[in-house]
Nanobody, 124 residues
Framework: QVQLVESGGGLVQAGGSLRLSCSAS????????MAWFRQVPGKEREAVAA????????WYLDSMKGRFTISRDNAKNTVYLQMNSLKPEDTAVYYC?????????????????WGQGTQVTVSS
């Protein structure tokens, strides 16, 4: 069992930056793979970044490469998403997710635990 709480969302201007945080509790954090997803009304939830349990492997949506960075601090039971060069099309609710496993996963249906989401709004 894993409980996840996201924070760090907000309103920024295009070109600005935000850092999202996801704090985990319950299961030992170092045993779960993590990911960030985003969703806008009328669209499927999509993975934007994922990281394995150790932080040694990552995956990014192509449109995020070079702009977003996922990282984790297992000592703090926290995963981060650093978002730079934000664009209005990045506006969405961002969700943290956890999966018991050893790899890197980018399918929403694969994940077992979800946070409540945090709104990111990028103004033009």
């Amino acid at each position: 069992q894993v409980q996840l709480v996201e924070s760090g969302g907000g309103l920024v201007q295009a070109g600005g930056s935000l850092r999202l945080s996801c704090s985990a509790s319950g299961r030992t954090f170092s045993t779960v793979a993590m990911a960030w997803f985003r969703q806008v009304p009328g669209k499927e939830r999509e993975a934007v970044a994922a990281i394995d349990r150790s932080g040694g492997a990552t995956w990014y949506l192509d449109s995020m490469k070079g702009r977003f960075t996922i990282s984790r601090d297992n000592a703090k039971n926290t995963v981060y998403l650093q978002m730079n060069s934000l664009k209005p099309e990045d506006t969405a609710v961002y969700y943290c997710a956890a999966k018991v496993g050893e790899g890197v996963y980018a399918r929403a249906s694969t994940y077992d635990y979800w946070g409540q989401g945090t709104q990111v709004t990028v103004s033009s």
